[in-house]
């Protein structure tokens, strides 16, 4: 990817990926009752899991091109829409502030990414927008799957370490709007720049 994909990536993604949604808050309470090294299993199967999920919709991606290319237009399209959909909802956002009871486990971080709605959008996203089908078509689907990783391990990790303060700081009313504010216009944005140049 060149600089200017990477910048787009990073501009799509990393407001979907680091908003507030239920694995979030949950790496952030697990991170303020249990510290790091307590919620490191459920972080590691919340991952782990993520990537089985980003090459599922990488490679299905790829068999529905490889047998019908003209719709990766449509696709495209899909997924620029979708992010303007995603645009409105970080306007009207809001969030609930969870509590644990206990450190939460490996298979917790499993169970809780397989029923994360909120995840499975954005390997969709990210492959309508940046993947393109060709020779290498594998290698660039894992290529893509590993820089999500990356982004998510990371952007999860600033949840757990942030603990109560960023739960908190999110669950504030004001902050609350000023972040969908925020996140819905990078979102807008980006979807327009894409829906220019596709």
């Not at 787009?8 to 990926?17: F, G, Q, Y």
């Not at 992010?83 to 909802?89: D, T």
């Not at 504030?172 to 596709?198: E, P």
Request: aromatic content about 12%; charged content about 10%; some cysteine.
């Amino acid at each position: 990817m060149n600089v200017e994909n990477v910048f787009l990536w990073l501009a799509t993604l990393l407001p979907i990926v680091i908003s507030p949604g239920p694995a979030n808050i949950l790496f952030a309470a697990s991170g303020s009752t249990f510290g790091v090294r307590g919620t490191v299993p459920f972080w590691l199967g919340a991952n782990i899991t993520g990537v089985f999920q980003t090459l599922t919709v990488g490679f299905c991606i790829d068999f529905i091109l490889s047998v019908a290319p003209q719709i990766l237009t449509g696709i495209k399209y899909a997924g620029v829409a979708f992010l303007v959909y995603l645009a409105i909802k970080f306007f009207k956002m809001s969030c609930h502030n969870e509590r644990v009871m206990k450190p939460l486990t490996f298979r917790d971080g499993v169970i809780v990414e397989l029923l994360n709605a909120k995840f499975l959008i954005v390997p969709t996203i990210m492959f309508s927008q940046f993947y393109t089908p060709g020779p290498g078509s594998g290698q660039h689907i894992v290529a893509l799957a590993l820089a999500l990783l990356m982004l998510t391990l990371s952007s999860n990790m600033v949840w757990i370490v942030g603990g109560n303060s960023l739960a908190a700081f999110v669950a504030n009313a004001r902050h609350q709007k000023a972040q969908g504010i925020m996140f819905g216009s990078l979102l807008l944005l980006t979807a327009l720049w894409l829906g220019v140049s596709s």
